[in-house]
């Protein structure tokens, strides 16, 4: 298995991040993207004021799984900021998550109101990338 610090030493200047807010909804999240169903992600402004690292066009991150051992590097190819209430189908889709602009609305605005930050105007920044490499064993 490859180490968090090996991955850091091929890739540097990489971020760390994670899908989802519990390791089962991470290890959804990851087996999407494994799949190339998602290749989106957002974060809103709250977020990134508390501590979550911006992506960066070109910039290559490192995806860890809940027991924080690294799954997959990731490039991101574009960032776009939007307001929630502006989301677009198209984009909503490429995050993989869900099958429509309303049910990505519904899980999406449960999820800000667990944080204590939904609004219908709040700022996301919307990303989308590619996989660089799949770190899991095997592959």
């Known amino acids: ?45 709250a977020e990134i004021a508390a501590g979550e690292a911006p992506a960066v066009v070109g910039r290559c991150d490192i995806v860890l799984d809940f027991e924080d051992v690294p799954q997959l590097v990731t490039r991101t190819l574009e960032l776009v900021r939007v307001r929630f209430c502006d989301m677009t189908e198209k984009m909503a889709l490429m995050e993989g998550e869900d099958e429509s602009l309303a049910d990505w609305c519904a899980g999406h605005e449960r999820y800000y109101r667990g944080l204590g930050i939904f609004d219908p105007d709040m700022w996301l920044i919307w990303e989308r990338f590619e996989i660089v490499e799949d770190l899991r064993e095997g592959r």
């Open 1 to 45: 298995m490859v180490t968090l610090a090996e991955v850091k030493a091929r890739y540097p200047g990489a971020e760390t991040y994670r899908f989802g807010e519990s390791a089962a909804l991470s290890d959804a999240l990851l087996s999407l993207v494994r799949a190339g169903k998602k290749r989106a992600t957002c974060a809103s402004d």
